[in-house]
């Protein structure tokens, strides 16, 4: 039976789950009072119900047919990445439209917690994916068509050294992100989906991920609150908090205003999906902290060695950021969506207050490109914690023995000027274009496992001091790039 794509969505966003009819059973019936994200705060909240809506309606945008996790940034609790390979495509097609579509999550469900889904499913496909499916149409991203293997030098990785090797092969079609609030919603709605799809897949590899317990919810695993400074959509969210980056909706979703590339028509309201999984040597961050303080008369040992931390990222670990609060964190601040983003580096223009190379300020130089509105290179992060807490062990050996890091997601209309871009042309780039030999980004940027180095600017103390680091605190295990369609095309193009 073929259903009318409008007709669908509408049904999507009326039901607020179509799963009951196929699979993530009864308890899908029950209405959640409670939502399936986190809230922590500090990060900016999803929009209502009614400004959404009315913002959509005025960018002529439908939020039914735009894959949910697209919009809700770093706020998931648990979250599996399950990776695929076709291995029937006609199955595959058929049951994609029976059985998967029916329970993809929408970007208009996410408003509320009664329309929210037990698990928020999404589907993603990379071009060998889309190829696996006969898909000849060109997306028109040189980045996506080439995959992430082939990417690799470009993003600084040391070759494919510490790849997992399911990255490496070439063969991942798909991947399925689920979450929820609980393990249980999660793991039930794996099995869901990997029922439904049965022999016309199989599993490539699977990422498990979470939150952070208690009061680091919301913190990555160096410490920092993160998701912050996501941008708010435009067509999604009008109501940009102070500071916040209000981008074009056609900087996320292709085919949407100021999307300037040529797509096919069934591309659009779908965004690209940028994956990484970036393993975090946090007991080593937190030595390389300690071994090299910022010395400061008025500062303990332990205070410069925080000041130098928070000066790498551009933000200390509650989220203030060092433009406002340079010297000490300001818990309150880092709460306070009012104010805890609420600069732009203009005033002084230089690196006192916070340095040229610090992981947010080569990722959004703000006013040191003009206005936030000459940046083109916005991207929407989606990334959520995976691997434990770091055991007791590790902390006093001051060695990671158990894998951890961040499962990287990041959405755009164009890899090559989003995520590309950002890690090559400033995380991994010591001559900045706002200041020559700044240095790396000394946590993300990349040297193909070369050593790193800041010149000058880190430490207010002492501009001429320079910095070398000779090992990575975030090592690449690889990944791809995929294309996260809207249902439409789900329905119309994909199974069909
Ligand atoms: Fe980054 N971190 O703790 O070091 N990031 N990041 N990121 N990041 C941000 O402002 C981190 C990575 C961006 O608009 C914060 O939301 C870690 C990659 C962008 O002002 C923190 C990893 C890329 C922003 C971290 C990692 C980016 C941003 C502050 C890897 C792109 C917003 C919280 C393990 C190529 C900048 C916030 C703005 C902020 C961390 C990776 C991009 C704490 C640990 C690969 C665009």
């Not at 009664?114 to 928020?120: D, H």
């Not at 071009?127 to 470009?154: E, K, M, P």
């Not at 990722?363 to 940046?375: E, I, M, S, V, W």
């Amino acid at each position: 039976m073929k259903i009318a794509v409008s007709a669908f969505a509408g049904l999507v966003c009326t039901l607020g789950l179509v799963s009951a009819v196929h699979g993530q059973d009864a308890r899908s019936l029950e209405k959640r009072s409670t939502s399936i994200l986190t809230n922590p705060p500090g990060l900016p909240r999803l929009p209502s119900p009614d400004a959404a809506h009315a913002a959509a309606a005025s960018a002529g945008l439908n939020l039914t047919n735009i894959q949910g996790d697209i919009v809700i940034g770093q706020s998931k609790r648990h979250e599996t990445f399950l990776f695929f390979s076709i291995v029937d495509a006609t199955s595959f097609k058929s049951k994609l439209r029976r059985k998967i579509l029916p329970l993809v999550t929408n970007a208009g469900q996410m408003l509320k917690n009664e329309t929210q889904p037990n698990t928020l499913v999404n589907i993603a496909f990379s071009q060998t994916g889309l190829t696996a499916l006969g898909i000849t149409d060109n997306l028109n991203d040189t980045a996506f068509h080439a995959g992430q293997l082939a990417n690799a030098q470009t993003l600084g990785d040391p070759r494919t050294t510490h790849w997992v090797p399911a990255f490496t092969t070439g063969k991942i079609h798909g991947v399925f992100l689920l979450a929820s609030d609980t393990t249980a919603h999660v793991d039930a709605t794996l099995k869901t989906v990997t029922t439904a799809l049965g022999a016309s897949i199989k599993q490539a590899y699977s990422l498990q991920a979470a939150a952070r317990p208690g009061n680091q919810e919301g913190h990555e695993h160096f410490g920092f609150l993160d998701g912050i400074s996501n941008p708010a959509i435009q067509g999604f969210d009008d109501t940009p908090l102070p500071g916040q980056a209000s981008v074009p909706t056609g900087e996320i979703l292709l085919g949407e205003q100021n999307d300037n590339q040529i797509r096919p028509d069934w591309a659009k309201d779908g965004s690209f999906l940028v994956f990484r999984q970036l393993q975090q040597l946090v007991p080593e961050f937190h030595k390389y902290l300690t071994d090299n303080p910022i010395v400061e008369p008025h500062l303990t040992r332990a205070q410069g060695a925080d000041l130098l931390g928070a000066r790498m990222i551009g933000r200390w670990p509650s989220g203030a950021p060092v433009f406002l609060s340079p010297l000490a964190d300001d818990p309150k601040l880092g709460a306070d969506v009012h104010r805890n983003n609420n600069f732009t580096y203009a005033a002084p223009n230089n690196a006192t207050l916070c340095p040229f190379n610090a992981h947010i300020r080569k990722n959004r130089p703000r006013a040191d490109l003009g206005t936030d509105a000459k940046n083109p290179h916005h991207i929407v992060r989606g990334s959520i914690p995976y691997g434990p807490e770091v055991t007791p062990g590790e902390a006093s050996s001051q060695t990671t023995r158990v894998e951890r890091g961040m499962a990287f997601v990041a959405y755009q209309s164009n890899i090559v000027a989003g995520f590309q871009f950002l890690q090559q042309t400033w995380l991994n780039n010591p001559n900045f274009f706002i200041k020559n030999t700044t240095g790396f980004d000394p946590v993300v940027g990349a040297n193909h496992g070369a050593a790193r180095w800041s010149e000058g600017n880190l430490d207010p103390t002492n501009p001429t001091r320079n910095f070398t680091l000779v090992n990575d605190f975030v090592i690449s295990r690889g990944g791809e790039y995929f294309f996260s369609p809207s249902l439409s095309a789900i329905a119309d193009k994909l199974s069909a």
